[in-house]
T-cell receptor, first 117, second 114 residues
Framework: AQKITQTQPGMFVQEKEAVTLDCTYD???????LFWYKQPSSGEMIFLIY??????QNATEGRYSLNFQKARKSANLVISASQLGDSAMYFC??????????????FGSGTQLTVLP | EAGVAQSPRYKIIEKRQSVAFWCNPI?????LYWYQQILGQGPKLLIQ????????DSQLPKDRFSAERLKGVDSTLKIQPAKLEDSAVYLC????????????FGEGSRLTVL
């Protein structure tokens, strides 16, 4: 079984500053993937970034980067140069990786990010 | 490319009534998921289909919830009879079979049970 913990229910950041959203996980699976999704008030889940457990480098996608520390079981999301449109709920999720199977995501409870002008 | 389509977007019913939600995944996506998201919580998997077969329905309350995916494309999630605690957003998602990529989500169907 997998468990995702997001300890920050809400975060505030000033526009143009960087912010880190925390995520820790627990799993007994030898291979797994870590995901971050953004959920604006409209409700749709928008994929941001993915990190495989065996990836040597931290994943980056534009202004998003994933600070992956395997020994600490953490997968924090860093958003650089925050924009007003980044205000949303952010979810960390994970899935085991096994040959031939499709993803099955387990989500954390989310962090509500508010970007201040 | 068209995204995951869901309907209705909103539904209000009284307890003990029934409701059905429909999902049309992205074309070519063999895997389809239904998630339940209660206000203030992360989504929780209810059921996962691979084509028209069930892969995992261990968290589906089978006494009141049912889901089907006829012909391996569209899917319907039904609740009968509804309880107050079923008030939630029901999210449908799809992905390519065997993909290491992400799940693609629809906008969800928001259910309020009075």
């Amino acid at each position: 079984a997998q468990k995702i913990t997001q300890t920050q229910p809400g975060m505030f950041v000033q526009e143009k500053e960087a912010v880190t959203l925390d995520c820790t996980y627990d799993t007994s699976d030898p291979s797994y993937g870590l995901f971050w999704y953004k959920q604006p008030s409209s409700g749709e889940m928008i994929f941001l970034i993915y990190q495989g457990s065996y990836d040597q480098q931290n994943a980056t996608e534009g202004r998003y980067s994933l600070n992956f520390q395997k020994a600490r079981k953490s997968a924090n999301l860093v958003i650089s140069a925050s924009q007003l449109g980044d205000s949303a709920m952010y979810f960390c999720a994970m899935s085991p990786i096994s040959s031939g199977s499709a993803r099955q995501l387990t989500f954390g409870s989310g962090t509500q990010l508010t970007v201040l002008p | 490319e068209a995204g995951v389509a869901q309907s209705p977007r909103y539904k209000i019913i009284e307890k003990r009534q029934s409701v059905a939600f429909w999902c049309n995944p992205i074309s070519g996506h063999a895997t389809l998921y239904w998630y339940q998201q209660i206000l203030g919580q992360g989504p929780k998997l209810l059921i996962q289909f691979q084509n028209n077969g069930v892969v995992d329905d261990s968290q589906l309350p089978k006494d009141r919830f049912s889901a089907e995916r006829l012909k391996g494309v569209d899917s319907t999630l039904k609740i009968q009879p509804a309880k107050l605690e079923d008030s939630a957003v029901y999210l449908c998602a799809s992905s390519l079979f065997g993909s290491t990529g992400e799940l693609f989500f629809g906008e969800g169907s928001r259910l309020t049970v009075l």
